[in-house]
């Protein structure tokens, strides 16, 4: 399933800025979860990409290369419950989430062929697949990826504590 999941019914919001940006001052993070997934499983990336943390946006271009609006849906999504702690939530989703994956263009497959959906019904359910995690930024809310920071943090760490190969010698 993806790992950027997402949720349902149009909350009320700002609606597409030119450009696509949103402003998400003055929504909380089950109505930034709710409307980000929306537009992920509307095939509408770009406008997902607006409820995310800014600094994260350039995960949403490389986890989505290639897919296009055949690529996902959802059924009956809505929101499930909402866990806040301090400037981070937990948004818990219900409903049907759909993903065929990338379909090259021209192909003559059928977009649902292979499709492979999960459902959620529970309020707060276990399911990673239904959780989409909220943080706050300068006073706003968006969805964000903390183990992107983490593995991003980690790989930054190591790379400055390991020395520089060395470089090959010209033979002249």
Request: aromatic letters at 6%.
């Amino acid at each position: 399933m993806l790992a950027a999941t997402g949720c349902s019914s149009e909350a009320a919001g700002t609606p597409d800025a030119p450009g696509g940006t949103v402003d998400t001052k003055g929504m909380g993070p089950g109505a930034v979860a709710v409307q980000y997934s929306t537009a992920l499983f509307s095939g509408r990336f770009p406008r997902a990409a607006s409820f995310v943390l800014p600094r994260q946006r350039g995960v949403l271009k490389v986890l989505f290369t290639g897919m296009n609006n055949s690529s996902v849906r959802a059924q009956g999504l809505g929101l499930g419950s909402v866990h806040v702690k301090a400037d981070s939530a937990t948004v818990v989703l219900t409903g049907r989430m759909c993903s065929s994956g990338v379909i090259p263009k021209g192909a003559t497959v059928r977009p649902r062929q292979n499709e492979k959906c999960v459902s959620n019904h529970r309020r707060d359910t276990a399911d990673p697949a239904f959780h989409v995690t909220a943080c706050k930024s300068s006073g706003k809310w968006y969805v964000c990826f903390p183990k992107f920071d983490e593995a991003m943090r980690q790989g930054s760490a190591s790379t400055a504590t390991k020395a520089a190969p060395p470089s090959p010698r010209s033979s002249h």
